[in-house]
C-alpha cells in the first residue's frame, strides 16, 4: 500500500541526508521526496511517499523518530484519520510544432484544468497540479497527442485533512 | 568572564563534562586542540599506536566503568581509522564520543589534504553526530554529544571539528555550563503501566515462563532488580552474549547464553516457553535461529528503551519502552501490591523438565593431547576467581569465554557482539584498565585477533597499562576453519595461521613479558605467573586446532535445532 508520511524535521546541516540515509540504510525504497521550510524556517517540512505493508511503515516511523533532528512524523493516510489532501505539480515541453496539435494540446488542458505556462514557435510548456493519478492520467493523455520533450514532477505533497495537524 | 580559544573551550567542556581519560592520536588538524590539552591537569591522554586503538580504549573504558569513553583523533585517515570502532559502539550501545578534527571550514568540501566527509562516513553508524560551524558549537555540541551518548539507547557521538574552529587567536567568552535540554530528544524511561500489569499478569499465569537478559539489562544496571524478579517467580534465567552478568552466571537459576552457540538448556526452555519475559534484548540473528520458527508456543514481554527494537525482528505481545530498571521496578512494585505469584507447581515442573535439559551437560568436552581451549578459559576462571574484567576478541575463544567464564556482574565482560569486531579485545582491555586500574583486567584473545591491533603493546608499555594476555593459539582462524570443517566438506580456504610470529619475543620486543605454554601440567602455574606478574604479560597456549564451539544451532532451523557436543 502507498503511504503518505510527514516529517518535522530540525532545519540543520545533515538533518535532510539523516532522513534519506535511513531509507537505504534500511532497505527501504522512496518513491517520491520533497522538502521546503515551514512558517517557522528553524523547521523543515518532508513529504515521503513509499509503497509498503503497515509493519514496515511502523518500523520507518520508529526509526525516523530516534533521528535526533527529527521533530514529529505523521502517516497521513493511516486509518484513524480522515486522510490527506495531496497535490503534485507537473511540468512537461510538448513538440508543438503543428497547428493541429497545438489545438488538441490545449483541448486536453481545458479538460484537465492545465494551464500552457509558455510558449514558443515549436515548444508548448504545460502545468498540472492535481493527485498523483490524475497527474498519472494527464501524462498518459498528453502524450497521446504530441510528443513529449520534458517531464519535471515534484513529487507529492500532502497535508491532513480535517481538524488534524502537524505542528511543533 | 573567561575568554578562551575554541581548542581551550573543547578541553575545558571536557573537563567539566568529568572526563579524565581521553585515548587519542595527534595530527594536523588537531594541533591546536593537542597544545590546549597540555595545560589541562585534570585530563590524562593516553596516546594509542592506531586511532582504531583509541576509538576500543573508549569503548572498553565505557563497558567497563559505565561512564561515556571518549577519544580525539585528527582528520582524514584519522577519522576513517575509527570507523570500525564506532561501528562497534554503536552495534552493542554502547556511550563514546569521539571528537575528529576536520579542515578550516573555509576548505571544506575542497578535497584538500587530509579531508574526509566525517559526519557523511559516520552517519549510519552513530547516534548522532556534529560538524561544529565555529569555535561556540564545541562546549554546546560536547554537552549534548556526552548527554545523547549516556542517555536513552546509549551510542557513540562523533564531533566533527574543523581546524579554524579551534583557532588559538581567536578568543571567546566561555559559556559556563548547564544543563542539556533537547526539544526532540527525550527517552522514555518509565514503562506504561497498563503494559507493566498485563506482563505481570502472563508471567503470574505462566506454566513455562523464562527470563531473557540482553545487553539493555547490563546498560540499564537493572541486576538488583533482574534478581529480585527471578528469585520473586523461580525463573529460569538465560542470557544473549551482552547480557552476561546482568544475572549471576553461578546462580542456580541461570541456564546459560542461548542463541546459535547457547546452551543445550538456554535454547531448549526458549523453544518451549510459554512466556518469555525479555529484558533489553533485540532479537538478533545469532539469537533467533530462523525468525519463523523462534519459540513458537511463547507470549513475548518485550522491554527495552528503544521502541524502534520492539517487534523489529520478533513481534511482541506485550511491547513496553522504558528503562530496565525503572520497568522492573515497577513490575516488582504491581506484583508486590497484587501479591501476584505464580503457580508453584507448574513451575516445579517447569524446572523438573529443566534439570532433565541440563543432565545432557553440553558444555562437556573431550581432552585429547592438546590443550583444550575450553580448559584454559576454565582455568583461568578458577585463577581469577570468577572477578576479572575480561575482554575478548571474536571467534572461538570468544564463545568458549561466554560459556566458560560465568560473570557474577556486569560490565565485567567486554565482547563486540554486534559487529563482531577482531582486533576490538586488547585496546578494549587496555581502556578498561586505565578505568579500573585496581582490577585485574585479562585479554582472552586468538592468533587471529590479536595480530589486529597488536600495535598498542607500546602504549601499555608507555602508560603502565598492566593487562594480562592470554592467547588461544591454535595457528588457525578458528570459527571459520569450524564453519569450514563442519559445511564447506572440510575445505580448509585461508584460514591456516602457519606464520605466526613468536608472540613472546613481540611481548619483549615491546618491553613486555611472556611465555609459550604446550603442555596442560604448566598451564595453571603459567596463569599464575602472569596474574602475578608486576606488568604487561602474555601468556601464548598452544591448543587444539580442531576444537570445535558446541552447541551449535543449525542454520534455518528453531532455536532448539543444536548440534551437540558428545556425551
Excluded at chain 1, 502524450?143 to 488534524?164: K, L, P, Q, Y
Excluded at chain 2, 514481554?301 to 520497568?327: C, L, Q, R, W, Y
Excluded at chain 2, 585463577?383 to 567464564?405: C, E, P, R, S, W
Amino acid at each position: 500500500m502507498r503511504h503518505i508520511v510527514s516529517i518535522l524535521l530540525e532545519n540543520q546541516t545533515g538533518a535532510l541526508s539523516r532522513v534519506v540515509g535511513l531509507f537505504s540504510q534500511r532497505g527501504y525504497n522512496i518513491e517520491t521526496i520533497t522538502a521546503a521550510p515551514t512558517e517557522d524556517p528553524s523547521i523543515t517540512r518532508i513529504t515521503i511517499t513509499l509503497f509498503g505493508d503497515g509493519r514496515t511503515i511502523e518500523k520507518i516511523t520508529k526509526q525516523l523518530h530516534k533521528l535526533i533532528n527529527v521533530i514529529k512524523v505523521s502517516i497521513l493516510n493511516e486509518d484513524n484519520t480522515d486522510g490527506a489532501v495531496e497535490r503534485e505539480i507537473l511540468f512537461v515541453k510538448l513538440q508543438a510544432v503543428n497547428q493541429d496539435v497545438r489545438e488538441e494540446i490545449k483541448f486536453i488542458c481545458d479538460i484537465f484544468g492545465a494551464e500552457i505556462v509558455d510558449i514558443t514557435p515549436v515548444l508548448v510548456t504545460v502545468q498540472f497540479v492535481n493527485t498523483s493519478q490524475e497527474v498519472d492520467r494527464f501524462q498518459k493523455a498528453i502524450a497521446e497527442h504530441s510528443e513529449v520533450i520534458e517531464t519535471v514532477r515534484s513529487g507529492v505533497c500532502g497535508i491532513a485533512r480535517g481538524d488534524h495537524s502537524l505542528h511543533v | 568572564m573567561t575568554m578562551m580559544s575554541g581548542a581551550q573551550m573543547l578541553v575545558r567542556t571536557l573537563e567539566d563534562l568529568g572526563v579524565e581519560h581521553l585515548f587519542g592520536y595527534p595530527g594536523g588538524a588537531v594541533l591546536d586542540i593537542y597544545d590546549a590539552l597540555l595545560s589541562s591537569s585534570k585530563i590524562k591522554h593516553v596516546l594509542a599506536r592506531h586511532e582504531q586503538g583509541a576509538a576500543h580504549m573508549a569503548d572498553g573504558y565505557a563497558r567497563s566503568t559505565g561512564k561515556v569513553g571518549c577519544c580525539l583523533v585528527t582528520s582524514g585517515p584519522g577519522a576513517t581509522n575509527t570507523v570500525t570502532a564506532i561501528a562497534t559502539a554503536y552495534m552493542d550501545s554502547i556511550p563514546m564520543v569521539v571528537i575528529t578534527g576536520q579542515v578550516g571550514t573555509p576548505l571544506i568540501g575542497s578535497d584538500a589534504f587530509q579531508e574526509v566527509d566525517t559526519v557523511g562516513i559516520t552517519r549510519p553508524i552513530v547516534k548522532h553526530s556534529y560538524l561544529c560551524q565555529s569555535a561556540l558549537d564545541i562546549p554546546k555540541f560536547l554537552r549534548q554529544a556526552f548527554y545523547l551518548a549516556s542517555t536513552g539507547r546509549p551510542g557513540p557521538v562523533v564531533i566533527d571539528v574543523p581546524k579554524d574552529c579551534v583557532n588559538p587567536q581567536r578568543l571567546f567568552e566561555y559559556p559556563e555550563p548547564q544543563e542539556v535540554k533537547m526539544k526532540t530528544y527525550n527517552p522514555t524511561l518509565s514503562g506504561h503501566r497498563g503494559q507493566v500489569k498485563r506482563a505481570a499478569k502472563l508471567l503470574a499465569e505462566a506454566k513455562r515462563p523464562v527470563l531473557m537478559l540482553g545487553g539493555g539489562a547490563v546498560l540499564g544496571n537493572a541486576k538488583d532488580k533482574v534478581r529480585e524478579v527471578a528469585e520473586l517467580f523461580n525463573l529460569p534465567v538465560v542470557s544473549t552474549l551482552m547480557g552476561l552478568g546482568a544475572f549471576s552466571g553461578t546462580d542456580p537459576n541461570f541456564l546459560g547464553m542461548l542463541g546459535m552457540h547457547g546452551t543445550y538448556e538456554a535454547n531448549e526452555v526458549m523453544d518451549k516457553a510459554d512466556v518469555i519475559f525479555a529484558i533489553g534484548v533485540r532479537f538478533d540473528d545469532r539469537v533467533t535461529n530462523d525468525v519463523s520458527k523462534f519459540c513458537p508456543a511463547a507470549t513475548i514481554i518485550h522491554v527495552d528503551i528503544d521502541p524502534a527494537s520492539i517487534s523489529k525482528t520478533v513481534v511482541a505481545d506485550v511491547p513496553i519502552v522504558g528503562d530496565a530498571d525503572t520497568v522492573l521496578g515497577q513490575f516488582l512494585e504491581i506484583v508486590k501490591d497484587g501479591s501476584l505469584r505464580n503457580d508453584v507447581r507448574a513451575i516445579d515442573t517447569w524446572w523438573q523438565q529443566i534439570n532433565k535439559w541440563r543432565e545432557r551437560n553440553c558444555l562437556h568436552y573431550h581432552k585429547g593431547e592438546l590443550i583444550e581451549p575450553q580448559e584454559i578459559v576454565e582455568a583461568i576462571y578458577k585463577a581469577t576467581n570468577g572477578k576479572a574484567i575480561v575482554a575478548t576478541d571474536v571467534g572461538q575463544h570468544q564463545m568458549f569465554t561466554a560459556l566458560y567464564y560465568p560473570f557474577e556482574e556486569p560490565h565485567r565482560l567486554l565482547t563486540s557482539g554486534g559487529l563482531g569486531t577482531m582486533g576490538y579485545g586488547f585496546p578494549a582491555a587496555c581502556g578498561a584498565k586505565v578505568g579500573n586500574p585496581d582490577e585485574q583486567v585479562v585479554l582472552i584473545t586468538g592468533d587471529g585477533s590479536f595480530q589486529m591491533n597488536i600495535q598498542e603493546l607500546s602504549t601499555c608499555l608507555e602508560f603502565g597499562i598492566k593487562v594480562k594476555i592470554f592467547i588461544l593459539d591454535n595457528h588457525t582462524l578458528g570459527m571459520v576453519r569450524q564453519w569450514q570443517r563442519m559445511f564447506y566438506q572440510g575445505r580448509i580456504s585461508s584460514t591456516n595461521l602457519n606464520y605466526n610470529p613468536d608472540f613472546v619475543a613481540v611481548a619483549k620486543a615491546y618491553g613486555h613479558n611472556g611465555e609459550v605454554v604446550e603442555k596442560r601440567e604448566d598451564l595453571e602455574a603459567a596463569i599464575d605467573r602472569a596474574l602475578n606478574y608486576d606488568g604487561l604479560y602474555i601468556v601464548d597456549i598452544l591448543c587444539d586446532t580442531d576444537a570445535k564451539v558446541l552447541p551449535m544451532q543449525q542454520a534455518r532451523g528453531s532455536m532448539s535445532d543444536m548440534f551437540l557436543g558428545e556425551e
